[in-house]
């Protein structure tokens, strides 16, 4: 599979049947698995042989999908959860525990933010934020000798920032330590960040991947090129025995191309729960089997919007890396060299109150809390999405009053353009 390009890949990676075997990934519809002797389960759970015996924590039609991310990413090794929250949090606190720290970017998506800065803080696990813009200087001082990751999004939700992967990469492995990075918007189509240096990489496989508002999901992705066992002291979990599993070592047994997405599986998962059902990753599958189509209509679309947008007088700014006026093009243009994805923010000058009549007019886009979807789709962050962060968090994050997020769909973009130009000519009526 590794020779096929990656719209090939879409089609079919991850899985390959056998003479008379179905041409569909099958969905195993089951929690348990038999086997004939005590012995041969006895392996599993000694993770001494591949296989299955609860879908709690691995299940063959999971693993078809996640492997088929993998081969997307680039990586070595993936797995499904059961949202995009649950993939942030296993891929941070799989390397983490209480007395650890992160570094991260402050601008990423709220809840990211929230489960940083706030639940993680409740386990022990402490976090710098800093800007995505920091210098390697500022960088550097962000660390601390508990220092465990790092971690930031390709593109920012909503704010629409763009890491500088090399920069940020640079940094966590100058300190020992992996980055840890979010690439749902732009999706492997737009932007292989592994290629660039990062570690690990996440999903909410619910946009784009999914892209059809079908069912929730996220995955991790390991790239398979961190050296646990060189920085052993600040990773024991993975590099000392674990004695919940017989005093297995993770990465000393599995290598750094399957330590990290075993011991998340084999603890976090088990632990936790956060699973992905087989029906979802079935019908995420369906979706990744037209990502390669999609993405390209998702960026001609909001490329038009926001050029549109941008020449208007109720709009104070427009932010999209794919704008030549925008002060991330030339990084969009480094990393995201196929456009970056179909989500455009924009603040209107009249704050909250222009921002609900705008949204109040509209007639095709519709107000949801969600993005990246097939239909296109709105909402207000301040007041929905990242309405738990304060004036200060927001500000730093890019978020104003009358920030507007707009998710472009894969509808007729004339169509689009009309609609927002009715809406926009209602604020001052």
Not at 291 to 320: D, T
Request: aromatic share 8%; proline share 4%; glycine share 8%.
């Amino acid at each position: 599979m590794s020779d096929f390009k990656i719209n090939t890949k879409c089609l079919v990676g991850g899985y390959k049947p056998g003479n008379g075997e179905p041409r569909q990934i099958p969905i195993i519809q089951s929690t348990t698995f038999k086997y004939d002797t005590s012995e041969a389960m006895g392996k599993l759970f000694d993770l001494e042989a591949t296989g299955y015996f609860y879908s709690r924590l691995q299940n063959p039609t999971c693993d078809f999908v996640a492997a088929k991310i993998a081969e997307l990413e680039g990586g070595a090794a993936a797995m499904l959860t059961s949202s995009g929250q649950a993939a942030n949090f296993f891929a941070l606190f799989n390397i983490c525990e209480a007395g650890s720290h992160i570094v991260a970017s402050s601008s990423i998506y709220g809840g990211s933010y929230n489960l940083i800065d706030v639940t993680l803080a409740k386990m022990g696990v402490t976090a710098t934020f800093v800007s995505p813009d920091a210098t390697d200087e500022e960088l550097d001082a962000a660390f601390q000798d508990n220092t465990k990751a790092v971690f930031g999004e390709i593109i920012a939700n909503p704010a629409l920032t763009v890491l500088d992967i090399e920069k940020f990469a640079n940094a966590a492995h100058r300190h020992g330590v992996p980055l840890i990075v979010d690439n749902t918007f732009p999706t492997p189509i737009n932007c292989r960040p592994i290629e660039w240096g990062a570690d690990i990489v996440t999903h909410s496989t619910t946009k784009y991947m999914d892209g059809h508002a079908a069912c929730l999901g996220g995955a991790i992705i390991d790239g398979g090129k961190f050296d646990w066992l060189a920085h052993a002291d600040k990773f024991p979990g993975l590099c000392a025995p674990d004695e919940s599993y017989h005093g297995i070592t993770y990465a000393e047994k599995f290598g750094k191309e399957g330590a990290f997405i075993t011991k998340a599986t084999a603890q976090l998962m088990r632990d936790f729960g956060a699973m992905q059902s087989p029906q979802s990753a079935f019908i995420l599958n369906l979706g990744l089997e037209s990502l390669h189509v999609r993405m390209p209509r998702h960026v001609e679309n909001a490329q038009a919007i926001a050029e549109f947008l941008e020449q208007q007088p109720q709009v104070e700014y427009v932010n999209y890396p794919g704008l030549k006026s925008n002060k991330y093009y030339a990084l969009a243009q480094k990393y995201l060299g196929n456009g970056g994805c179909g989500v455009v923010s924009f603040n209107l000058k009249g704050g909250r109150k222009a921002a609900e009549a705008f949204m109040k007019r509209l007639q095709l886009a519709a107000i949801e809390t969600h993005v990246a979807d097939a239909r296109t789709c709105c909402l207000n962050p301040a007041t929905t999405t990242h309405r738990q962060m304060t004036d200060e968090q927001l500000a730093e994050a890019g978020i104003p009053a009358g920030l507007v997020r707009l998710s472009c769909g894969l509808e007729d973009k004339e169509d689009l353009l009309a609609d927002l130009q009715q809406a926009l000519a209602g604020i001052a009526e």
